[in-house]
C-alpha cells in the first residue's frame, strides 16, 4: 500500500482565517488550500460565547462540517461528469497534514494571485465593480438552477475571483467557500424545493443589501 506524505503546515503562513477553520496555500499546489479545523481549544478567539459554545457543542461543528460535505457530494453527483459549473468551491478530498486533518479546496484567487476579497469585504470597502454584480447574479441564478441548500449563505463566506483551471486563472466568479448544506433541525429546505428557493431568495435580498444593492426576484439579477 503506498503511503500519502504528511504535508507539513506548521511555520506557513494561513491565508485566512474563520472561526472554524484555518486557511493555507497547498504548499504542494498553489491551485489549492487546505482547509483545518481550529481545536476547540482556540475557539477562544471568537469571543466567550464561542468558546463557551464550542466547549458544550463539540459535536455540533462536526456535524455543521459533515453537511458542507455532504452538501457538496450531492451536487457534484448530480454531474459525475465533473463539468457542472457548481457555484460553491471544487473538493478535492482529505489530505492528511502535521496539524491535523484538512479539507482540499480550490483556491479562488485576485488578478495578483492574492487570496480573493469576500463580498463582505467589497460591500464594506464600498468596492463593488459593475463585473463584481454581473457574477454575483450569475452565482444566485446557479444557486437556484441547481437547488443549492446553504444554511449559512452570508457575505464573509462568498469570494469572488478566478479559480485555477489546469494552471491559467478562470473567468471572475462569485464563489460560496462556506456555509453550504442545510443544517436546519427540521431540514424543510431539503424536503421542498420551493422551500428552499423562498430561502435563497429572502438570502439574495439581504446579500444586495449589504451593498446598496436590490436583488430582483422577477428578473434574477442584482441591481
Ligand atoms: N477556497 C478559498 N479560496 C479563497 N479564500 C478562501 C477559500 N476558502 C476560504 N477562504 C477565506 O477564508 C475565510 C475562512 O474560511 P471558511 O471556510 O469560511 O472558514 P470557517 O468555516 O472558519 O468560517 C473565508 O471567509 C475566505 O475569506
Ligand atoms: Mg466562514
Redesign the pocket.
Known amino acids: 500500500m503506498s503511503h500519502q506524505p504528511v504535508i507539513r503546515l506548521t511555520g506557513l503562513v494561513p491565508?485566512?482565517?474563520?472561526?472554524?477553520?484555518?486557511?493555507y496555500v497547498d504548499p504542494t499546489d498553489p491551485d489549492?488550500?487546505i482547509?483545518v479545523?481550529?481545536p476547540d481549544a482556540d475557539q477562544g478567539k471568537g469571543g466567550r460565547m464561542r468558546r463557551a459554545f464550542a466547549r458544550t457543542f463539540a459535536g455540533y461543528r462536526t456535524y455543521?462540517?459533515r453537511k458542507?460535505y455532504l452538501e457538496y457530494l450531492r451536487l457534484a453527483l448530480c454531474d459525475p461528469s465533473g463539468q457542472a459549473h457548481l457555484p460553491i468551491?471544487h473538493m478535492f478530498g482529505f489530505v492528511q497534514t502535521d496539524i491535523g486533518l484538512g479539507c482540499s479546496?480550490?483556491?479562488?484567487?485576485d488578478p495578483s494571485g492574492a487570496?480573493?476579497?469576500?463580498w463582505?469585504?467589497l460591500c464594506k470597502g464600498n468596492d463593488i465593480a459593475h463585473d463584481h454584480r454581473a457574477a454575483m447574479t450569475d452565482f444566485a441564478r446557479r444557486m437556484l438552477d441547481m437547488n443549492v441548500r446553504a444554511s449559512?449563505l452570508r457575505a464573509?463566506?462568498i469570494?469572488l475571483?478566478h479559480?485555477g483551471l489546469q494552471g491559467e486563472p478562470g473567468p471572475l466568479e462569485a464563489?460560496l467557500?462556506?456555509?453550504f448544506g442545510d443544517t436546519h433541525v427540521i431540514p424543510i429546505r431539503s424536503w421542498s424545493r420551493w422551500a428552499n428557493t423562498q430561502a435563497l431568495h429572502r438570502r439574495f435580498v439581504r446579500l444586495a443589501k449589504g451593498g446598496g444593492l436590490t436583488w430582483s426576484r422577477s428578473d434574477r439579477t442584482f441591481i
Open positions: 491565508v485566512a482565517r474563520g472561526y472554524e477553520r484555518v486557511v489549492r488550500v482547509k479545523l481550529v455543521l462540517i458542507e468551491t479546496s480550490q483556491f479562488v484567487r487570496p480573493a476579497p469576500t463582505a469585504s449559512d464573509r463566506n469570494v475571483g479559480r464563489v467557500v462556506d456555509g
